[in-house]
């Protein structure tokens, strides 16, 4: 392993899963609807079947992203977060911050990480999540918004504490449908 590659630095970014219509419970209390959770295990699997297991969860503190969070990990593990899965389990940190946020908002979560961690999956909501994409790499943004359930990998040699425009390459991205 040489050194450069040592200090590579992933950042997986996913847009909750396909929530219910608002009815009348206020928006941050939206579950996900049934193709939600089947789509969030599907992200997960996918992540798992990649080798993209986070270290860290940074996860939006609204209930459709602490569902897909839920999903996602049942995809990647077969067991639910809380649960004790076979592996290390990520450390989980639920934002408030993260809800109806900008991108520099998100931004500055990510530069919060500890600088050992390599990587990182950031659960959030449009049109944020979509608009850090661009920011981190602007040449490979995908013009549209992120779409329920997908997920962009930036990869990155840049510290957390230092990440900003352009410091990223976007290595794959897939859209999870169940």
Known sequence: MTDAYAQDRTL???????AEPPGDRPDVDRPL???GRADAAAAGAWLAHNA????????????????????VAMG???????GG???????????????????????????????????????????GVSQLSALL???????DALRTS?????????????LGRGDTVVITAHTARG
Do not use: F
């Not at 993209?52 to 999903?71: K, Q, Y």
């Not at 790499?137 to 013009?143: G, K, T």
């Open 85 to 127: 899965s076979a592996g290390p389990a990520p450390d989980v940190q639920y934002a408030d911050d993260a809800y109806e946020a900008h991108p520099e908002d998100l931004l500055a979560l990510v530069r919060r990480v500890n600088p050992v961690t390599r990587t990182v999956l950031l659960i959030a909501h449009n049109p």
């Open 52 to 71: 993209l297991l986070p270290d860290l969860v940074i996860c939006s503190s609204a209930r459709r992203t602490r569902e897909t969070w839920h999903g």
């Open 150 to 162: 997908e997920v962009v990998v930036h990869r990155t040699t840049a510290e957390w504490a230092g």
């Open 33 to 35: 609807a049934p193709r």
């Open 12 to 18: 997986v970014l996913l847009r909750h899963s396909k």
């Open 137 to 143: 790499n602007p040449e490979q943004a995908d013009r």
């Open 76 to 82: 990647m593990t077969g067991a639910p977060p809380e």
